[in-house]
């Protein structure tokens, strides 16, 4: 059992390494007792510190790891999630500044917006796409506050899962309006096609994945909230960004989101 302050001591390091753009080593090398359930509790303590100084509130939640692959580099068979705060979303028309970020990455996503709460422990494909207003294409920005992106899974999770900014598309499309199995996407880099994939690479269908966070979320306590803008996993692997580049993600029948990063 980790004891409370050393909780509290890592959300802040974590906190800290944010607000002042560095990077730390990941904590289970000096605390291996540190646990996937003890490393929700220090994202807890993370999300109330950010809430606080930056005078900012959730607006909802992100899924992690949901690809095979991402799954299979960390060694693990579930996602893991984080939680969105609205400080965190960008405005597309404008240009992104890095300043602010360690060593961002962008990815393809698809954004759900719920009208109804959602609450496990039994919750279904069926049941997130009845409580959905509108889905959105969308893109994350992850940037860990680890040394180059180096970390175990209860590093990640206490890390907010990599959360730093998400973009979301201003049309809105109601769940049978697109095929979120065979949706294809594709992800541009300075207009070069860097990735593709389609909407059923996340767990077989985004809302599965949704669903998964549902009923883990329950037993904490918490629950997906309506209002809440939830992102539901990577679509292909991440870019680097760098200054002065563009990105674009294209989904059959959605209109393409595009942002431009500061040179
Ligand atoms: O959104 C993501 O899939 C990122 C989850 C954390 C792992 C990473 O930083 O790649
Ligand atoms: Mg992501």
Request: some cysteine; proline content about 3%; hydrophobic content about 45%.
């Amino acid at each position: 059992m980790m004891k409370t302050d050393t909780l509290d001591q890592i959300a802040y390091a974590l906190y800290l390494a944010e607000r002042d753009v560095y990077e730390v080593t990941k904590f289970v090398e000096r605390y291996p007792e540190l646990t996937v359930e003890t490393a929700y509790d220090i994202q807890d303590k993370l999300i109330e510190l950010k809430c606080k100084h930056e005078q900012t509130s959730i607006s909802g939640l992100k899924l992690g790891l949901t690809s095979k692959a991402k799954q299979q580099m960390m060694g693990v068979h579930e996602p893991t999630y984080g939680v969105l705060l609205a400080n965190m979303a960008v405005n597309a028309q404008h240009p992104i500044s890095l300043k602010s970020l360690i060593h961002p990455k962008i990815e393809p996503e698809i954004a759900f917006v719920f009208k109804e709460d959602l609450v496990g422990p039994v919750v279904t494909v069926a049941h997130v796409l009845i409580a959905t207003a509108y889905v959105a294409p969308a893109m994350e920005i992850i940037d860990s506050r680890y040394l180059n992106f180096h970390f175990t899974l209860p590093d990640v999770i206490a890390d907010n899962s990599s959360s730093s900014r998400y973009i979301v598309g201003s049309q809105k499309y109601a769940v049978n309006e697109v095929d979120l199995v065979n949706m294809g996407c594709i992800f541009t880099q300075n207009d070069e096609m860097i990735a593709t994939s389609t909407a059923g690479s996340v767990m077989g269908h985004p809302a599965r994945a949704i669903a998964w966070m549902a009923n883990k979320l329950i037993a904490r306590g918490q629950h997906i909230r309506a209002g809440d803008i939830v992102l539901s996993g990577a679509l292909t692997g991440s870019a680097t960004m760098h200054a002065g580049d563009s990105f674009t993600v294209s989904f059959d029948g959605m209109e393409s989101l595009s942002v431009q990063v500061e040179r």
